[in-house]
């Protein structure tokens, strides 16, 4: 007989509302709902909407039941961000974006308090201007803690507002470069450094365990029972790395979406120098396994270049963006994904060529030069970052488990194993869906252990392998002499 749960993921461009069965053996998904996460700006501000997602997630959360009686719901989203409530438990306003630009310049600021440096080997986490820790130091600036009873990262916020309780999931509070590595704890010295009140921090749980039931509120306004609301990974990442379908204990995950994350999981953080120099960021996965990864600027440099053609009067698939992109013939040329150019929305491919003249590369005109340029960019990066992992651990990782919608481009998993020279297995493209599914069925003791989950995601879907082909000459040369 069939279990169901019913998975909630929240990505920064869109969300699902996914059903999945498990009958033993496998687990199927079924997609009952899906929503466009579209960012609201206002007075030069950019917010998150969240009304608008919660009326989105409660739309699935009734068509799911209407199809099957799910047992447990759970939620997963991007990271960093978060909701600030006040006493009656209202948000203060809406959440503010990771690509607002107010905390641009603040890491300069927070270094007269503690250097980069002390700060990574205090968290582990890599050291970026949008992560929690700064977004609330300008919250202090501002006065808008004064009123503030408790901070909760974004799916906790959702899990509160189905439920009334308030907590925070270890995976998502990993992200906020305010938890000790070597604790597992809010790190209270670190706090007081930039006089945020520690009292505004929920308490940490663990991945795998409940957050409470609807609340009656909610379960008559959407005619649902006391339905359990879990605390699966709430990082979208930790989900997808805890559903990578890896058959040795030394992988490489890479979940490739509008971000990139590649990584390795560990039994402990890696707080050296070297890491901290490699920008390579500790996080806390299921079990409070660690995840030693590298952030890289992913699929948001095609979408928003796919998105600025559009505005010209180009609309381009993905799958034509792939084709342009596997045709093209100009000469190489490479961007920095991670170079702070690219983060903010707008016009990509201006800034792509622009980039490639500043440093004196052939400048890509055509869109199908831009998309080139912009995948074997993200490959060259991934074979950097496979580098670092390696030289940090000491180990040798023969495979690269590519996971999320990354899967679906064929010539980008080529690239990437042709520029890392590993195999790549591609697969699940729902990875962060699984490892949702996958921890809430191991909540409920329908499955009894992590591995189990894993090969049951494993035997759910098929794998497609990529091995490694020659470089092109000037590729290898690129690689290597920049290094």
């Known amino acids: ?165 308030v907590s925070t999931e270890r995976s998502i509070a990993s992200t906020t470069q305010m938890v000790s590595a070597k604790t597992g704890t809010w790190d209270e010295e670190l706090l007081s450094l930039f006089h945020i009140p520690h009292r505004i921090l929920p308490e940490i749980v663990e991945s795998g365990t409940d957050k409470g039931t609807l609340s009656p509120a909610v379960q008559q306004r959407l005619g649902l029972p006391a339905i359990r609301v879990a605390a699966v990974c709430g990082h979208d990442t930790q989900c997808a790395a805890f559903a990578a379908p890896a058959k040795t204990e030394r992988h490489i995950f890479l979940s490739c979406g509008t971000w990139s994350l590649f990584g390795t999981e560990l039994e402990q953080p890696v707080l050296t120098e070297q890491a901290a120099a490699l920008a390579l960021s500790n996080e806390v996965g299921y079990g409070r396994k660690v995840t030693l990864l590298k952030n890289i600027i992913g699929l948001w440099l095609l979408q928003e270049s796919r998105r600025e053609y559009a505005r010209q009067g180009e609309n381009y698939s993905f799958a034509e963006i792939e084709t342009m992109a596997r045709q093209c013939h100009e000469p190489s040329c490479y961007i920095d994904p991670d170079d702070p150019v690219f983060t903010p929305p707008g016009n990509i491919p201006q800034r792509v060529q622009a980039y490639c003249r500043k440093t004196g590369q052939h400048i890509p005109e055509t869109p199908g030069a831009v998309f080139r340029c912009i995948y074997e960019s ?76 894993r090969r049951c995601i494993a035997a759910s879907e098929t794998m497609r392998n990529y091995h490694p082909g020659t470089y092109p000459a000037s590729i290898y040369s690129k690689k290597t002499s920049k290094k």
Request: proline share 4%; glycine share 8%.
């Open 378 to 453: 993200l490959a060259l990066k991934y074979s950097r970052a496979l580098e670092d992992l390696e030289a940090c651990t000491g180990a040798h990782y023969p495979v690269i488990h590519m996971l999320g919608g990354g899967v679906k481009d064929g010539f980008l998993c080529q690239l990437t194993a042709d520029f890392c020279q590993r195999q790549v297995t591609a697969g699940p493209v729902e990875a962060t869906v699984y490892g949702n599914a996958a921890i809430q069925l191991l909540n409920l003791n329908a499955i009894e252990t992590p591995d189990a989950a």
């Open 1 to 165: 007989m069939n279990r169901y749960v019913l998975a909630l993921d929240l990505g920064a461009s869109s969300g699902r509302a996914m059903l999945a069965a498990y009958d033993g053996e496998k687990i199927r998904l079924r997609e009952v709902h899906r929503f466009s996460n579209d960012p609201v700006a206002k007075d030069g501000r950019l917010y998150w909407n969240v009304p608008q997602l919660m009326r989105e997630i409660e739309q699935g959360m009734q068509a799911a039941y209407e199809i099957a009686p799910y047992e447990s719901i759970a939620i997963d989203t991007w990271g960093v961000d978060y909701g600030l409530l006040k006493v009656d438990g209202t948000l203060l306003e809406l959440p503010r974006h990771y690509r607002d630009s107010r905390t641009s310049g603040i890491l300069k600021k927070a270094e007269e308090s503690i250097t980069a440096a002390d700060l990574y080997a205090r968290t582990g986490t890599q050291v970026m201007e949008i992560n929690t820790l700064f977004q609330l130091i300008c919250d202090q600036e501002s006065g808008r803690l004064d009123d503030c009873e408790v901070m909760l990262p974004m799916p906790d916020l959702f899990a509160y507002l189905l439920t009334g309780t």
